[in-house]
């Protein structure tokens, strides 16, 4: 789930220590306290409960079946170092996960890394999804990375919207590529050059979309 974040919320702006501070109206407000961290053992649990929410309640996890902890490390865990996966922290509790992990197998996608972003059901609407996506997207850059891809549900309009404000760039919709019960969906497929002049992040929102 990808949240796009609801209009009077406050902006976060990451920065790459993993650290991030809500801004609003220009002004830097101790509203909350967040941070991004790497995965510890102990986060895997509620990471378990909040991306089973959607495999459970929503058609935005391709899982048809609740993954169980174990499922979930190996999910956490990649074989190239770039690639890693953050627990989002807002006054130290737990709020989702976000992740840069392998597009496919082969040497020749070793410059591509593909993000996943999950937020707690409760979490959706503060524009976490927004300092969420640009930390994610600053980290894959630093990585030395080239292309950062993410896939969406085609009924999963925030995400659409989240993708489109970071600055990626539609470039395939797969039809009826999956089924969950007894609906057919759709995957959407979206690109980011992240060594590119044009991919720099998008400035923040003017106050009159904060008010």
């Not at 902890?69 to 996960?97: H, K, Q, S, W, Y």
Request: with cysteine; hydrophobic share 40%.
């Amino acid at each position: 789930m990808v949240d796009g974040g609801q209009p009077g919320n406050p902006v976060f702006t990451p920065v790459l220590d993993g650290r991030f501070t809500p801004i609003l109206d220009g002004r830097f407000t101790p509203i909350l306290d967040g941070r991004f961290t790497p995965v510890l053992d102990e986060h895997v649990p509620a990471l378990a409960r909040i991306y089973n929410h959607y495999v459970e309640h929503s058609d935005w996890a391709f899982n048809t079946d609740p993954v169980d902890e174990a499922g979930m490390r190996r999910r956490l865990r990649f074989d190239d170092p770039r690639n890693a996966a953050f627990t989002i922290l807002v006054d130290g509790t737990i709020a989702g996960f976000v992740a840069a992990h392998a597009f496919r197998p082969g040497t020749a996608y070793d410059q591509t890394t593909e993000l996943s972003l999950y937020l707690a059901p409760d979490r959706a609407g503060h524009r976490l999804g927004t300092a969420a996506k640009a930390f994610i997207v600053d980290y894959a850059r630093h990585q030395g990375f080239h292309v950062a891809l993410g896939a969406v549900v085609a009924g999963n309009t925030a995400a659409i919207a989240l993708a489109t404000h970071s600055g990626f760039v539609q470039i395939g919709h797969f039809r009826e590529i999956g089924r969950k019960g007894d609906r057919w969906l759709d995957l959407v497929w979206f690109e980011l050059l992240l060594d590119s002049p044009e991919c720099a992040p998008p400035p923040p929102e003017p106050r009159s979309k904060l008010s």
